[in-house]
């Protein structure tokens, strides 16, 4: 079965950072490209970084842009987001999305898996 699973989230004071991690089972990221994505309740997912194919192809949304890191461990196939500087609104549920082939990145409407997401909450 094909899937991946994101960990990582919790709760964390303005300022602080997180790590959140994306791993995939029953496939490797190989030629895949990964985004991470948030979502709060009542606005629309919105896509927050990416990485290619080739893993110095990296797109931050401005929102995050200075503060967030996308990395891949092709060893460990997971897929790192480290977001530092924490503020209230980044909190929502982070989702991983994987396109299997590149080179696109994932988007709301076009990807091929989705994990179930982890809670991230900025909070003092």
């Known amino acids: 079965q094909l899937k991946v699973v994101e960990s990582g989230g919790g709760l964390v004071q303005p300022g602080g950072s997180l790590r959140l991690s994306c791993a995939a089972s029953g496939f490797t990221f190989v030629y895949s490209t990964i985004g991470w994505f948030r979502q709060v309740p009542g606005k629309e997912r919105e896509r927050v970084s990416c990485?290619?194919?080739?893993?110095?192809?990296?797109y931050y949304s401005d929102s995050v842009k200075g503060r967030f890191t996308i990395s891949r461990d092709r060893a460990q196939n997971t897929v790192d987001l480290e977001m530092r500087d924490l503020k209230p609104e980044d909190t929502g549920v982070y989702y991983c999305?994987?396109?299997?082939?590149?080179?696109?990145?994932?988007?709301?409407?076009?990807?091929?898996?989705w994990g179930q997401g982890t809670q991230v909450t900025v909070s003092s």
């Open positions: 999305a994987i396109r299997r082939l590149g080179p696109q990145c994932p988007t709301v409407r076009a990807a091929d898996l």
């Open positions: 990485i290619g194919t080739n893993d110095e192809n990296q």
